[in-house]
């Protein structure tokens, strides 16, 4: 095994234990740290992957799924809206 792969599959290794910890922290937060992690990786390699992850998950990402919001008026009559 090269030193590469070694250092690619403890990467990925780490990403898959600490994945579950940051879904939880937010959807804003794990896009971002998936966009950093992707440009980082292009641009510098595993360690661009960390540090751009890393980054990433401190900036956060956009919200991709949009949620349903709904109230009573005060007529009684219920109002939703997405956003």
Same mark, same amino acid.
């Given at each position: 095994m090269t030193m590469r792969a070694l250092i690619l599959s403890g990467a990925i290794s780490a990403l898959l234990i600490v994945a579950p910890a940051a879904t939880n922290a937010g959807e804003k937060h794990v896009t971002g740290a998936a966009i950093g992690a992707g440009v980082g990786a292009v641009l510098a390699g +595993? +360690?661009?992957?960390?540090v751009g992850g890393a980054i990433g998950a401190v900036v956060k990402? +956009?919200?991709?799924s949009k949620r349903r919001y709904c109230w009573t008026g005060r007529s009684g009559r219920r109002h939703c809206e997405w956003r």
């Open positions: +595993p +360690p661009g992957a960390i990402g +956009p919200r991709i």
